[in-house]
């Protein structure tokens, strides 16, 4: 009886080999299959909506944000070509400018150098007042000056406030109102360098700022931030900036030039002024014509009848106050 009781125990506690590992997977792959099979139609509903989903609102997405890019691409690259485009204006402005201006100033320069040669070589005032022909602020001044003097001694100056008081003081503000004439003349598009020069530093700087913003936006998109993909967008964009410099600095010093020069004009012709009146002084304001004529007014040839004085008394009163009978 104990004899059969532990021959039975022995079979029982032998243990079964362990199955190769190829057969282990080929079991696993058994079960996983039987239990896909065994799963129910609900849970592949679900497990499809869910691995779909995110899918679904990627691709609604995208469209949207590449258009938001594109937009931001297109703002960016029209800004800074008109930001180039307006810097180039002005660019051109300032030259056009600056060669006009110089032009002038040449001129200038040698039609008073031309015109004070001859006056400061006539004889005497009235032989200056005869020069013709001659161009110039200082011409111009002068020509005003010799005119006022002409209006006021032949007495063709109407009685109004802008000819009272005497000759000098008339003289004086026709002289003066000339010279800010001229003055005017000479600053002539001086305001438009010093804007060009104080602002285009700034609009290249608007410029150089909106094409950063772009480009770091373009490195974002891409996912890359090596130098490669850094430097083109980045550089390009701070051309706009160099060109607003190379356009400030032209106009800059344009505009202090052509200041310069205006002072040395403005200060020969109020010395010119000056001495215009002192000459003037010196011949008592009275300047004759070109031509020569004297200003008389004619007299008229009617006689004038004169009334004899009428006595409204009789012979008695005569003879009372001892009148000869």
């Known amino acids: 009886m104990a004899d059969s009781l532990a021959t039975s125990a022995s079979t029982t506690t032998v243990a079964t080999p362990p199955l190769p590992s190829t057969q282990q997977g080929s079991t696993l792959a058994g079960n996983t299959q039987t239990l896909t099979q065994n799963t129910s139609p609900a849970s592949d509903a679900v497990a499809q909506s869910v691995s779909t989903a995110p899918v679904n609102d990627l691709a609604a997405a995208t469209p949207v944000a590449d258009a938001t890019q594109g ?68 011409a111009r001044v002068a020509d005003t000056g010799f005119t006022t003097l002409v209006e006021a001694d032949g007495g063709t100056t109407t009685h109004d406030l802008e000819h009272t008081g005497d000759r000098q003081e008339l003289l004086d503000r026709r002289l003066r109102q000339q010279m800010q004439k001229e003055r005017g003349s000479l600053e002539s598009g001086l305001a438009i360098l010093a804007t060009i020069g104080s602002i285009s530093p ?115 009163e005569l003879h009372a106050k001892g009148a000869p009978a």
Request: net charge positive.
């Open 71 to 138: 937009a931001l691409d297109f703002s960016s690259s029209v800004i800074v070509d008109g930001t180039l485009d307006v810097l180039i204006a002005f660019s051109v402005a300032t030259w056009a400018l600056i060669l006009i201006k110089g032009i002038q100033h040449l001129r200038i320069a040698y039609y008073n150098r031309s015109f004070s040669k001859q006056f400061w070589r006539a004889h005497d005032f009235q032989q200056a007042a005869s020069l013709t022909g001659f161009k110039g602020p200082a």
């Open 202 to 316: 700034f609009v290249g700087l608007f410029g150089t700022v909106w094409g950063i913003m772009g480009a770091l936006t373009s490195i974002s998109k891409s996912g890359s931030a090596s130098l490669e993909v850094v430097a083109g967008p980045i550089g390009e964009a701070l051309i706009a900036t160099a060109v607003g410099i190379a356009v400030a600095v032209p106009a800059v010093i344009g505009y202090n030039f052509f200041i310069r020069r205006n002072k040395v004009i403005w200060a020969y012709l109020d010395d010119f002024a000056i001495d215009f009146v002192h000459l003037a002084l010196k011949t008592s304001f009275i300047i004759k014509r070109p031509n020569g004529e004297v200003n008389i007014k004619p007299v008229s040839s009617e006689t004038v009848p004169v009334k004899k004085p009428v006595i409204n008394a009789t012979h008695d």
